[in-house]
């Protein structure tokens, strides 16, 4: 089982950038595909980007060509790089290797002026 722990949360104005990381020990190739979710709370945690082995990509409608998903596999690390941020991509960001059990503990996102 995946180990998996998130950083880069922080508090950022509209229109800012960030840079989310989640380090899978103790190895990420075997744990593909990858995603990243976020959750407000009183809601259910949404998918909003994936990552296969091939490296492809897919993205939910509303962060499309905002964010973009990818990993560095000698790292262990996937990452979301996320600009032009808005107050609704505030939210309470996880990693999870899809299809398994493993979640981190989450990295909070603010997005405010």
């Known amino acids: 089982q995946v180990q998996l722990v998130e950083s880069g949360g922080d508090l950022v104005q509209p229109g800012g950038s960030l840079t989310l990381s989640c380090t899978a020990s103790p190895s990420l190739s075997e744990f593909y595909p990858m995603g990243w979710y976020r959750q407000i709370p009183g809601k259910e945690r949404e998918l909003v980007a994936t990552?296969?082995?091939?490296?492809?990509?897919n993205y939910i409608a509303s962060v499309r060509g905002r964010f973009t998903i990818f990993s560095d596999n000698a790292k262990n690390t996937v990452y979301l790089q996320m600009n032009n941020l808005i107050s609704d991509d505030t939210a309470v960001y996880y990693c999870h290797n899809i299809g398994g059990s493993s979640w981190g503990q989450g990295t909070q996102v603010t997005v405010s002026s």
């Open positions: 990552i296969t082995r091939g490296g492809a990509r």
